[in-house]
T-cell receptor, first 112, second 113 residues
């Protein structure tokens, strides 16, 4: 049962434009959300997170938005750069739990 | 600072052979430790997690087992590998109960032939 869903397996964006990656979740107990970036044959690296008490968190070019009523979060990358090309995983956990539940990932390609 | 290492990075094993992947964490004590697997097109699947020495929780029934013989050491094993065990295995750690970021190792590619 997939509790975290990334419905777009791939996304292509031109360099300098905005990339928007989306994620939906079904478990209302989730209250901590993260985005990871992964290059082929490497472990995922932590990018940005947000807790349920916020609806927005910003770190440089990366902003995560959380809509709890819709059980939806998104990652915005502005401006997109070719080095951002990677697979992005959305993850979520409840504060009472340990492990993260991951989506299947969205492959982002930023073209020059 | 904390670091996590897992090995070997790649291995090719015949069906029916045993498996041992090792993972160690440095720079922290009493971490939560995890084994994830990334199979093709299936995202990251949690296999095992451990909150302390000798404490292992399994998330999915499978052909694999995990052990935590020391505080910062986590081992993934199998007595007899199946073709379906092929994948990219990731060890990870976090600092406490819930609401914490998980940090991943470099990953291990396993191909069962």
């Amino acid at each position: 049962d997939q509790q975290v869903k990334q419905n777009s397996p791939s996304l292509s964006v031109q360099e300098g434009r905005i990339s928007i990656l989306n994620c939906d979740y079904t478990n209302s107990m989730f209250d901590y959300f993260l985005w990871y970036k992964k290059y082929p044959a490497e472990g995922p690296t932590f990018l940005i997170s947000i807790s349920s008490i916020k609806d927005k968190n910003e770190d440089g070019r990366f902003t995560v938005f959380l809509n709890k009523s819709a059980k939806h979060l998104s990652l915005h990358i502005v401006p997109s750069q070719p080095g951002d090309s990677a697979v992005y995983f959305c993850a979520a956990s409840p504060n009472s739990g340990y492990a993260l539940n991951f989506g299947k990932g969205t492959s982002l390609l930023v073209t020059p | 600072s904390q670091t996590i290492h897992q090995w070997p990075a790649t291995l090719v094993q015949p069906v029916g052979s045993p498996l041992s992947l090792e993972c160690t964490v440095e720079g922290t004590s009493n971490p939560n430790l995890y084994w994830y697997r990334q199979a093709a097109g299936r995202g990251l699947q949690l296999l095992f997690y451990s909150v302390g020495i000798g404490q292992i929780s399994s998330e999915v029934p499978q052909n694999l087992s995990a052990s935590r013989p020391q505080d910062r050491q986590f081992i993934l094993s199998s007595k007899k590998l199946l073709l379906s065990d092929s994948g990219f295995y990731l060890c990870a750690w976090s600092g406490g109960l819930g609401g914490n970021t998980i940090y991943f190792g470099e990953g291990s590619w396993l191909t069962v032939v």
